[in-house]
């Protein structure tokens, strides 16, 4: 769909590539969701991709339109972009990119999940280091922030070894259970200091200007 830049854009790192979320992309990693591959232990909160619904035909219906209406949001002040990660050809997770209330803090958000297929990879660390690039390199945020549970080591560990600081606490829920979390926060700064050399943005540019961050 050459008209509609968001779905053009790719980061390339030399482990994986997170490519935009086309329906293509969806149809494969349909079957991961399908097959239970993308819960997790302990599980993530209870973003609106919800992944836990019983029912795997229910639960892939209930996904992709949570995807779906993620396209929407293309306001400067309001964005998802939702990214498959591609490795070695093959679609394994995903990895979005949000921003709420962009245009005034310029402060990011991920969520993620990879099939079980390709976990205890460090696939977790380079997908997060490629949105971060998108984030702060493509799409010039000032800050980016994640949330994660306490129990979740892998989440938490990413952060820490990404240049995050701890931020806080707070309270989510998951399965429709309340639990604690951690909050973490890296500084454009802080990015700058370590920022790879290795990872290419593609198509950056042009979802800038369609968003529109300029």
């Given at each position: 769909?050459?008209?509609?830049?968001?779905?053009?854009?790719?980061?390339?790192?030399?482990?994986?590539?997170l490519?935009?979320?086309?329906?293509?992309?969806?149809?494969?990693l349909?079957?991961?969701?399908?097959?239970g591959?993308?819960?997790?232990?302990?599980?993530?909160?209870?973003?609106?991709?919800?992944l836990?619904?019983?029912?795997?035909?229910?639960?892939v219906?209930?996904?992709?339109?949570a995807?779906?209406?993620g396209?929407?949001?293309?306001?400067?002040?309001?964005?998802?972009?939702?990214?498959?990660v591609?490795?070695?050809?093959?679609?394994?997770?995903?990895?979005?990119?949000?921003?709420?209330?962009?245009?005034?803090?310029g402060t990011?958000?991920?969520f993620?999940?990879?099939?079980?297929?390709?976990?205890?990879?460090?696939?977790?660390?380079?997908?997060?280091a490629?949105?971060?690039h998108?984030?702060?390199?493509?799409?010039?945020?000032?800050?980016?922030?994640?949330?994660?549970?306490?129990?979740?080591?892998?989440?938490?560990?990413?952060?820490?070894?990404?240049?995050?600081?701890p931020n806080?606490?707070?309270?989510?829920t998951?399965?429709?259970?309340?639990a604690?979390?951690?909050?973490?926060?890296?500084?454009?700064?802080?990015?700058?200091?370590?920022?790879?050399?290795?990872?290419?943005?593609h198509?950056?540019?042009?979802?800038?200007?369609?968003?529109?961050?300029?």
């Amino acid at each position: 769909m050459k008209n509609y830049p968001l779905l053009h854009v790719r980061v390339s790192t030399p482990m994986l590539e997170l490519r935009a979320a086309t329906d293509d992309l969806l149809d494969q990693l349909a079957e991961a969701v399908r097959a239970g591959k993308a819960d997790a232990d302990p599980p993530p909160y209870d973003d609106p991709i919800s992944l836990y619904e019983a029912d795997p035909d229910l639960r892939v219906g209930k996904w992709l339109r949570a995807v779906w209406r993620g396209r929407t949001r293309v306001e400067a002040d309001s964005w998802r972009l939702s990214m498959a990660v591609v490795v070695d050809g093959e679609a394994a997770g995903m990895q979005d990119l949000i921003g709420e209330g962009f245009s005034t803090f310029g402060t990011v958000t991920t969520f993620s999940w990879l099939s079980a297929d390709h976990r205890a990879r460090g696939l977790g660390h380079e997908m997060r280091a490629a949105a971060l690039h998108l984030a702060f390199d493509g799409l010039g945020a000032k800050e980016a922030h994640s949330d994660a549970f306490v129990d979740n080591r892998g989440s938490n560990a990413v952060s820490q070894d990404l240049g995050y600081e701890p931020n806080g606490m707070d309270h989510a829920t998951r399965l429709g259970e309340a639990a604690v979390m951690n909050r973490w926060r890296l500084t454009r700064s802080t990015w700058e200091q370590q920022r790879r050399s290795d990872i290419q943005l593609h198509g950056a540019d042009a979802c800038r200007v369609f968003l529109p961050l300029t």
